[in-house]
């Protein structure tokens, strides 16, 4: 079946400082990669979604200047915390599908980033 | 505005039994639903997908149905196990250009020994 590969599982790091996430599609062509954002004993929400080639959609009240989101080939998307501050803590997913939507949505593993 | 909603937030059930998880949602045009399965701080696994023309999906011990004209679909999990326990997601693809998945809120499954 389709796996999608996210790494690290988990990230520290000190508040100032960026950090990248990367999701790929590891036996499909992901078309559109999607990015969550996970708070404890809630459910996703939806951050941004991407296109292979095109710019990112992002979600209201996402700063697209802070999660800057990179889809440059069908099986590659990353996700740059950019100047992290405690309350970005969080636990972010992608998912990824392929052209066609009808054979449903495939996730990673989710990243678990805490920033001191 | 697409909503999904899970009843119960939370079962807890002895091991062997059955039981049923249910997900509604407001607006009947779907592509398809996904049940998920998440367990503690990882990510999600699917478990059945259903498109919009189907009824229902069966993968072993799970039995997922759909009424799309209803807005419902349920989760059926026969003679559950100790590591069956994890939070279980509902999510229907929309009919819109982007295909958003709109998740409930899930419910958290805990099957004892």
């Known amino acids: 079946g389709a796996v999608v590969s996210q790494h690290p599982s988990w990230v520290i790091c000190k508040s100032g400082t960026s950090v990248k996430i990367e999701c790929r599609s590891l036996?499909?062509?992901?078309?559109?990669m999607f990015w969550y954002r996970q708070f404890p004993k809630q459910s996703l929400m939806l951050m941004a979604t991407?296109?292979?080639?095109?710019?990112?959609?992002?979600e209201q009240g996402v700063e697209k200047d802070k999660f800057l989101i990179n889809h440059a080939s069908l099986t590659l998307s990353t996700l740059t915390v950019t100047s992290a501050h405690p309350e970005d803590s969080s636990f972010y997913i992608c998912?990824?599908?392929?052209?066609?939507?009808?054979?449903?949505?495939?996730f990673g593993s989710g990243t678990r980033l805490t920033v001191v | 505005k697409q909503e999904v909603t899970q009843i119960p937030a939370a079962l807890s059930v002895p091991e062997g039994e059955n039981l049923v998880l249910n997900c509604s949602f407001t607006?009947?045009?779907?592509?398809?639903l996904q049940w998920f399965r998440q367990d503690p701080g990882k990510g999600l696994t699917s478990l059945l997908l259903?498109?919009?023309?189907?009824r229902e999906q069966t993968s072993g011990r799970l039995n997922a149905s759909l009424d799309k004209s209803s807005g419902r679909s349920t989760l059926y999990i026969a003679a559950s196990q100790p590591g069956d326990s994890a939070t279980y997601l509902c999510?229907?693809?929309?009919?819109?250009?982007?295909?958003?998945?709109?998740f409930g809120k899930g419910t958290k499954l805990s099957v004892k020994p």
């Open positions: 998912s990824a599908r392929g052209a066609d939507r009808g054979y449903g949505y495939t």
């Open positions: 036996d499909f062509q992901a078309t559109t």
């Open positions: 999510a229907v693809l929309d009919g819109g250009s982007q295909g958003n998945l709109i």
């Open positions: 991407s296109n292979e080639g095109s710019k990112a959609t992002y």
């Open positions: 607006d009947s045009a779907i592509y398809n």
């Open positions: 259903i498109q919009s023309s189907q």
